[in-house]
């Protein structure tokens, strides 16, 4: 486990935020002059690269979206 992970509440719909991958092996169209590189979990901006632990489950800030990974935390 990373010791840069922050550790978070999961998700309220009723605040700001971004969405969730499951990998980047799908096919994905990203304008780059047009992209977030920023991600907000419950209105929080989390710079790219940045990582979250949900109960267990690890996601990393990849261009504007939330990339779960293969590895708790």
């Known amino acids: 486990?990373?010791?840069d992970i922050t550790r978070v509440d999961p998700m309220d719909s009723a605040k700001k935020?971004?969405?969730v991958?499951?990998?980047l092996r799908?096919?994905?169209t990203?304008?780059?002059d047009?992209?977030?590189l920023q991600c907000y979990w419950n209105d929080a901006e989390f710079p790219d690269g940045s990582e979250v632990c949900d109960n267990?489950?690890?996601y990393q800030c990849n261009m504007g979206s939330w990339l779960k990974l293969?590895?708790?935390c």
Request: aromatic share 0%.
């Open 17 to 19: 935020n971004s969405r």
């Open 26 to 28: 799908s096919e994905t």
């Open 70 to 72: 293969d590895r708790g």
């Open 56 to 58: 267990g489950v690890a």
């Open 1 to 3: 486990m990373s010791d």
């Open 34 to 36: 047009k992209a977030e």
């Open 21 to 23: 991958v499951a990998s």
């Open 30 to 32: 990203v304008i780059l």
